[in-house]
């Protein structure tokens, strides 16, 4: 059964940053693509980022590109998300998600999740 539990969230002042964190309970965490995705109050979950198992390749929305990076420590079992210049429209519960077919922008595809980190960021 595969676990991912983030943390990191809270509420942040808008221009500020936030460290999202992802643990994952895979020994074989190094063979699963990793993704972020968010849902806010009202709206559809939606692709945040994305990154390939040995972390070559990397994938963002537009509205979070130059803002957030998405990385990974495949030795520690962990995912991060670091986001910079937080704005109001960032607020959302993010999630941590995994799949051992190669990343895509589109939640179902992933097969694991987390139980999502709430990220609100005040005007």
């Known amino acids: 059964q595969v676990q991912l539990v983030e ?3 809270g509420l942040v002042q808008a221009g500020n940053s936030l460290r999202l964190s ?3 309970s895979l020994r ?3 063979n699963y693509d990793m993704g972020w995705f968010r849902q806010a109050p009202g709206k559809e979950r939606e692709f945040v980022a ?3 198992r040995g972390g070559a390749s990397t994938y963002y929305a537009d509205s979070v590109k130059g803002r957030f990076t998405i990385s990974r420590d495949n030795a520690k079992n962990m995912g991060y998300l670091q986001m910079n210049s937080l704005k109001f429209e960032d607020t959302a519960i993010y999630y941590c998600a995994a799949d051992l077919h190669p990343a895509t922008v589109v939640a179902r595809t992933y097969a694991h999740w987390g139980q999502g980190t709430q990220v609100t960021v005040s005007s």
């Open 7 to 9: 943390s990191g969230g």
């Open 50 to 52: 994305a990154l390939s």
């Open 28 to 30: 074989t965490f190094s």
């Open 22 to 24: 992802c643990a994952a």
